[in-house]
């Protein structure tokens, strides 16, 4: 395996086509020992067998070419595939994310649940792994109120809840049942949470765990969380590194359960989970709960957060790589960011694709304004919609107002058939969170420890 540390100038592969890509590209290329970044694949697996042995062989085809020093994976179904397993036992090339058996942390909801369980960490909802329909009804009946996750990668579209995707035990069941036979996959069904979620990413050599600021995403696609689940339509974080409803208790128990499953993962696979271990938590009256983990960076949470990363990222990189994170300075400008991402009409369900968009009005990048692109393409000197979240703004500020306002300008400034939230950051929806989590835990009497907005 080569050792990147004792090289002048590296070469980084990098795999992924979005707007973490691209924010995962301009962070290794601020570095002044990188010579360069090639982008080797795009990840994308298709749907049949024969498609995700094809896009292997094009990544490997691609290292061979290429013969970067490490690579860095960006989405996660190339995670789930084994491109790291290839890079690192085919080639001898080390990879900033994780092995195939890790990566089930993600890919499997059901395994990260009975993980928590097994080993006795907290945060898991009261939840059951179903493999078959006997028994579904009268579980969903028990609990009442509930949310149902088919065990697999279905690119944050999955996620059913009852009285917003699904309004009767009939409509569960039956969603039930056609991940079981068209999907062939089997189903988590676990108690609905109230309480507002935030997102927590962790740099990770395996032994050492270094935390970045929190998030809020925001998944649904319409203005006040309504309508189907995307991606994530934007999010925003707030200067000191918390958030304006979270207490710093909240933010400790969150980085607790992030070290101890990076421990037990080792404990259990003899594998170091090497790269970036992204939580999805909620605060509830009853403390923080884990929604579920991702085996990488957010998008669009990665780009809060390495919009604000003052240290060099190969280093970073590097010290996964090597074992030796505790050792690497990792520090982050002390800002507030919001995030806004302009999507095509129609999106998730049908999007518009290959329509222009005019990006002639679009400000130009600064210290205060970041714009990543991800789904475009560029054919004969025009710009085109590819059908998902086309570009993203960040506004960053000392104050949340002004960078939500940096980045609203931004995204009004995109000319044609597109979309974005423009409620996200803003100060109506933050003090909405606040008043909620304010009631929650008063219900329960316990005493709030709120960050004033």
């Known amino acids: 395996m080569k050792l990147t540390k ?40 298709g749907s049949t067998e024969k498609e995700r042995e094809d896009a292997k062989n094009e990544f490997r085809a691609a290292l061979k070419n290429s013969s970067p020093d490490f690579v860095v994976i960006g989405p996660e179904e190339p995670l789930d595939a084994g491109f790291v397993d290839i890079a690192q036992r085919e080639f001898g090339i080390p990879s900033v994310g994780p092995t195939s058996v890790l990566a089930k942390l993600e890919s499997s909801k059901a395994y990260a649940r009975q993980l928590l369980e097994r080993r006795g960490i907290p945060g898991n909802p009261k ?15 028990g609990l009442g109120h509930f ?15 009852s009285d917003v995707h699904l309004f009767s035990i009939k409509e569960a069941t039956e969603y039930c049942q056609e991940q079981m036979e068209t999907g062939k996959r089997s189903v988590v069904i676990e108690e609905k949470l109230e309480g507002e979620e935030f997102s927590l990413q962790s740099f990770s050599d395996g032994e050492h765990v270094r935390h970045m600021p929190v998030v809020q995403d925001h998944k649904r696609i319409g203005v006040g969380d309504t309508g189907p689940n995307t991606g994530g ?61 991702n085996v990488r960076f957010g998008d669009p949470e990665s780009l809060n957060v390495l919009s604000l990363l003052k240290s060099d990222f190969l280093a970073i990189c590097e010290g996964i790589i090597a074992g030796t994170l505790d050792s690497v300075a990792i520090d982050f400008a002390d800002r507030s960011t919001v995030c806004k991402y302009v ?111």
């Open 6 to 45: 004792q090289l002048k100038k590296v070469n980084v592969g990098l795999v992924g086509k979005d707007g973490r890509t691209t924010a995962i590209r301009r962070k290794l290329e601020a570095s002044d020992r990188v010579e360069s970044v090639q982008h080797l694949v795009t990840g994308k697996l």
């Open 127 to 141: 939840f059951k792994v179903f493999t078959k329909l006997d028994g579904i009804k009268q579980y969903l009946e």
């Open 147 to 161: 949310v149902v996750k088919p065990d697999g990668l279905t690119g944050g579209k999955g996620v059913k809840v």
């Open 233 to 293: 339509m934007g999010s925003y974080s707030c200067k000191g590194g918390n958030l304006p409803f979270l207490s710093s208790a909240d933010i400790e128990i969150a980085r607790s359960i992030n070290e101890a499953v990076i421990r037990v993962l080792k404990e259990e696979t003899g594998e170091f989970y090497r790269g970036v271990l992204y939580g999805g938590f909620i605060a509830t009256s009853d403390g923080v709960k884990l929604i579920e983990y």
């Open 343 to 453: 999507v095509p009409d129609g999106y998730p369900d049908n999007p518009v694709k290959d329509a222009p968009v005019d990006l002639s009005q679009m400000p130009e990048e600064s210290e205060q304004l970041k714009i990543f692109r991800a789904a475009l393409d560029q054919r004969g000197g025009k710009t085109y919609l590819s059908g998902s979240r086309a570009i993203a703004f960040v506004g960053v500020a000392d104050e949340l107002d002004e960078a939500e306002k940096i980045a609203e300008q931004a995204a009004t400034s995109v000319i044609g058939p597109v979309y974005h939230r423009r409620d996200i950051g803003s100060r109506e929806l933050v003090e909405s969170r606040v008043a909620h989590m304010r009631q929650l835990r008063s219900s329960r009497g316990i005493r709030s420890a709120l960050i004033p907005h």
